[in-house]
């Protein structure tokens, strides 16, 4: 298991199975993190942390549907705990149309497994998709994407498989 993986699935079992909504807001209060949400001028820009003194914030841009608010903390949360020794200002816009650096690959990991744990998703496979995702604070299309990664992985790759490490 890589580091990205193992960062989210440490912290999520703290939380045992409370689902995201229950458990983020203790998850900021125990690492001292701010939140603030504003809304933009444009959608595309999703979140940014960054430190100010010994503090950091994280801002989410508030014109995001939820479940991609939740989606975009969890993601910056990704680079809190995985990149702040290496920079104190991140600017997020994770569903961008061109490529994507490294950083922001190993937070959307990261965000994914926080959010959707392998082992918890796997159980709700045969169930029905919209009330996965509200279990999991998710949109549907998060939700089956994940799913559709995880079965690529456990049958050994193929169109979902995860993006190459190799960079
Ligand atoms: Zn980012």
């Not at 990149?83 to 959307?108: D, M, Q, Y």
Request: net charge positive.
């Amino acid at each position: 298991m890589d580091s990205v993986i193992l960062t989210a699935r440490t912290l999520r079992e703290k939380y045992a199975h409370r689902p995201a909504a229950a458990f983020i807001g203790p998850l900021l209060a125990a690492n001292n993190i701010r939140l603030d949400i504003w809304p933009m001028q444009t959608e595309k820009f999703a979140g940014c942390l960054w430190k100010n003194g010994d503090e950091w914030t994280i801002l989410l841009n508030a014109r995001q549907a939820q479940p991609r608010k939740l989606f975009t903390l969890a993601h910056e949360l990704g680079h809190y705990f995985l990149h702040r020794h290496l920079k104190t200002h991140f600017s997020c816009n994770i569903f961008p149309t061109g490529p994507v650096s490294r950083w922001e690959r190993e937070a959307n990991r990261f965000a994914a497994e926080l959010l959707m744990p392998a082992g918890q998703v796997m159980r709700w496979a045969d169930t029905s998709p919209a009330r996965a995702a509200r279990h999991f604070g998710v949109s549907e299309e998060a939700l089956q994407y994940r799913l559709r990664s995880l079965s690529a992985v456990r049958s050994g790759g193929g169109k979902y498989g995860p993006p190459a490490e190799n960079d």
